[in-house]
């Protein structure tokens, strides 16, 4: 059974960093690219960045380029994003999800999610 | 930046309804769209990839259909466990967008 767990939400300040972290279980995560998405209480989705699974291709919505890094462990099937010079509109919940371009779709949709991991940015 | 606007934003629908949502896309995307079912507090589910290819494990009456830059999502009898909040995605080019969502709700 796939797993996605996230760890690492909380309450920060605003210009403060964060690191959430991810683990994958129930898959090859060594094989797949992986995404975070996040969303704003009440709000809908957002992609915030996604990662194949060499590490080789990234990518970052303009919103957190500059202030997020994807990164990830294969060796501990575990996904992670850094997060710097929090804003009070980053306040999420941020979802973790497994990558797939089943159908030949050029880039990756997300199969499986994990629960979310809630950060506020807040004084 | 490929926008993806979803109408209705809101709709009211009884158990046994056939419903309907559309997404259209800025520019087209070929059929590379997916559609995601949301209930409140919980991740999102893929129901839909590929423009029309239903999830393994998701019931037949939800499907898929569309190409270039008008999709639709149909729910054939709109069952109890339905309501909930749908979004398209598109991932043709990054950024990847998602549209604003359609929240279904019991008449």
């Known amino acids: 059974e796939v797993q996605l767990v996230e760890s690492g939400g909380g309450l920060v300040k605003p210009g403060g960093s964060l690191r959430l972290s991810c683990a994958a279980s129930g898959f090859s995560f060594s094989s797949r690219s992986m995404i975070w998405v996040r969303q704003a209480p009440g709000k809908g989705l957002e992609w915030v960045s996604s990662?194949?699974?060499?590490?080789?291709?990234?990518y970052y919505a303009d919103s957190v380029k500059g202030r997020f890094t994807i990164s990830r462990d294969n060796a501990k099937n575990s996904l992670y994003l850094q997060m710097n010079s929090l804003r009070a509109e980053d306040t999420a919940v941020y979802f973790c999800?497994?990558?797939?371009?089943?159908?030949?779709?050029?880039?990756?949709?997300?199969?499986?999610w994990g629960q979310g991991t809630l950060v506020t940015v807040s004084s | 930046d490929i926008q993806l606007t979803q109408s209705p934003s809101f709709l009211s629908a009884s158990v046994g309804d056939r419903v309907t949502i559309t997404c259209r896309a800025s520019q087209g995307i070929s059929t590379y769209l997916a559609w995601y079912q949301q209930n409140p507090g919980k991740a999102p589910k893929l129901l839909i990839y590929?423009?029309?290819t239903l999830e393994s494990g998701v019931p037949p009456r939800f499907s898929g259909s569309g190409s270039g830059t008008e999709f639709t999502l149909t729910i054939s009898s709109l069952q109890p466990e339905d309501f909930a909040t749908y979004y398209c995605q598109q991932v043709n080019s990054y950024p990847l967008t998602f549209g604003g969502g359609t929240k279904v709700e019991i008449k």
């Open positions: 590929a423009a029309s």
């Open positions: 999800a497994r990558g797939d371009r089943r159908g030949g779709l050029p880039f990756s949709m997300s199969d499986y």
């Open positions: 990662m194949d699974s060499s590490s080789t291709y990234i």
